[in-house]
């Protein structure tokens, strides 16, 4: 038995059986220990950033951890944009980034880097294996350390390391954390917070506070004493529509956010972080409450958030039989119809949502108007990119069709964004899986467009259009698709657009539709 083999074994043992991977020489010994374990389901991408923004997907789906494996330090380099969105979505995840043999690192060779260095702004925890005994001790460290709070760990495995001999460990499992408990003298804090501020507090979900029976618990607290819910500005996960409790996203305009959060005296945290601006501006302020606004704490990523949102009612002398405000109707938008416009496509996506759906946004601005209509949609999940580096939409929506195979998935993907991870719909047809990618053809980066008019410059030049826009030559989504294996076609107006996705929808696998707006 050598030490790819024991990581294989303290994997499968602590239930992380999905290894999204693009190898290299180093990693054969540990790619060969994975071909003798078939209860591992081995996914390739065929970019780094497909693979890492896959166990981001997977993770928010599942509240479990994927392996990623990665070819040492450039390999990782790849994926650590999306590595970047998976920390602040605040997921489980195991990278094991295979490096030289211990004894080669001296030579320098040409793949030789700092690995540890790389690893860490992206990782909350980072260790390199110390040899084939150490292996079975370094991977249940970090299934642990990925699960306590949830969190990137990166595990290096040199490859001598790998391919080495090793004593069977006595003890393959992990420890499972539990999550902690919410302070009691912070939940009876927020209490008599939220009393004197009646009618100017609010409630900021994240996480599983986020979830459709916390958010009915916060929803019981909001009836009672007119508390405001709000979710994040970039929302890791949500469960939306009908029948559930509605939020109301903060903005990403700084001067709409200011405005939402403007009467709110008191903004309680359950599972979030404040607020701030995305950027900074000239003239505009960092924090989006106000000065005077109180911040508090309920409860923090890692603690037990539903059981602290219970506390905080009971604390407040709310009733559980408390009646609670949920979406019940379809508005009267009606069906959109000629040229398609980036609002028809949201209309027309919330009002065909089917039951259950998945949902991955990263329309960026063209997308904006989804996520107040879908909150009379079928019942779904919502996700979107996090941290604000651009190439996750792809490469999530495959963990999230990976982690739950019987549902459907959609893409809201910007066009300029989807090009930074394309790769990923050849994974989607090599994996067959049930993805539905509605790419926002506006030939732009729009909301680039829209920062330049926020730092003042209102007229742009031929310089300045020439990096902003992507309209010459235009890119042809339905020929890169198909290219790839994803069967695709185009849609210029909103009868055509509907015709594609209702094809789409009552169909199983990999669908791309471009729409030309």
Not at 80 to 107: C, E, K, Q
Not at 217 to 244: D, K, N, P, T
């Amino acid at each position: 038995m050598n030490g790819a083999d024991i990581l294989c074994d303290v994997l499968l043992a602590n239930d992380v059986n999905i290894c999204l991977a693009n190898p290299g020489t180093s990693e054969m010994h540990f790619v060969a220990a994975l071909d003798r374990r078939p209860d591992m389901r081995c996914v390739l991408g065929l970019f780094e950033g497909v693979v890492t923004g896959a166990a981001d997907g997977y993770a928010r789906m599942t509240n479990r951890p994927a392996a990623t494996l990665l070819h040492t330090g450039p390999g990782l380099a790849n994926g650590l944009a999306n590595l970047h969105n998976a920390r602040r979505a605040r997921v489980p995840m195991i990278n094991v980034v295979g490096d030289h043999a211990s004894y080669h690192l001296p030579f320098d060779a040409p793949l030789t880097s700092d690995i540890e260095s790389l690893a860490a702004p992206m990782s909350n925890w980072v260790r390199r294996i110390e040899g084939p005994d150490d292996v079975a001790t370094a991977t249940k460290a970090a299934i642990h350390a990925s699960l306590s709070p949830p969190g990137i760990t990166t595990l290096i495995l040199p490859a001598d390391a790998a391919w080495g001999e090793a004593r069977r460990p006595s003890s393959v499992a992990s420890d499972r954390p539990q999550p902690a408990v919410a302070n009691r003298a912070a939940i009876r804090g927020v209490a008599d917070a939220i009393r004197k501020a009646r009618g100017r507090a609010g409630i900021l979900v994240r996480g599983l506070a986020a979830s459709a029976d916390s958010l009915e618990i916060a929803g019981q607290i909001s009836a009672a004493l007119e508390v405001r819910l709000f979710s994040e500005v970039q929302v890791a996960h949500m469960q939306r529509g009908r029948g559930r409790v509605a939020t109301t996203r903060i903005p990403y305009p700084i001067d709409a956010a200011l405005e939402t959060l403007a009467d709110i005296d008191v903004l309680v945290l359950v599972g979030a972080t404040e607020p701030v601006a995305f950027f900074a501006y000239p003239g505009k302020p960092g924090r989006l409450v106000h000065e005077g606004c109180q911040v508090l704490t309920l409860a923090d990523h890692g603690e037990d958030l539903k059981t602290a949102l219970e506390e905080l009612r009971d604390e407040l002398g709310i009733k559980s039989s408390q009646p609670v405000p949920l979406v019940k109707t379809i508005s009267g938008e009606g069906r959109p119809s000629g040229p398609l416009t980036e609002d028809a496509i949201a209309v027309i996506v919330a009002q065909k949502l089917p039951d259950n759906a998945i949902v991955c946004d990263e329309g960026i601005t063209s997308a904006r108007r989804f996520y107040s209509l879908s909150e009379q949609s079928a019942p779904h999940d919502f996700m979107m990119n996090t941290g604000g580096a651009i190439g996750i939409g792809i490469p999530l929506s495959i963990g999230a069709a990976i982690a739950c195979p019987d549902r459907k998935v959609l893409n809201l993907q910007a066009d300029g964004s989807g090009m930074y991870t394309i790769q990923g719909l050849w994974t989607q047809t090599r994996e067959n899986l049930d993805i539905i990618t509605i790419v926002f053809a506006n030939r732009t980066y729009a909301v680039l467009h829209g920062e330049m008019r926020n730092v003042g410059v209102q007229t742009i030049g031929e310089n300045a259009r020439r990096m902003l826009d992507i309209d010459n030559p235009s890119l042809d989504w339905v020929s890169m698709a198909k290219g790839m294996g994803v069967d695709a076609a185009r849609a210029h107006t909103c009868e055509e657009f509907t015709r594609l996705l209702d094809n789409a929808l009552s169909r199983h696998g990999p669908f791309l539709i471009e729409a030309v707006i």
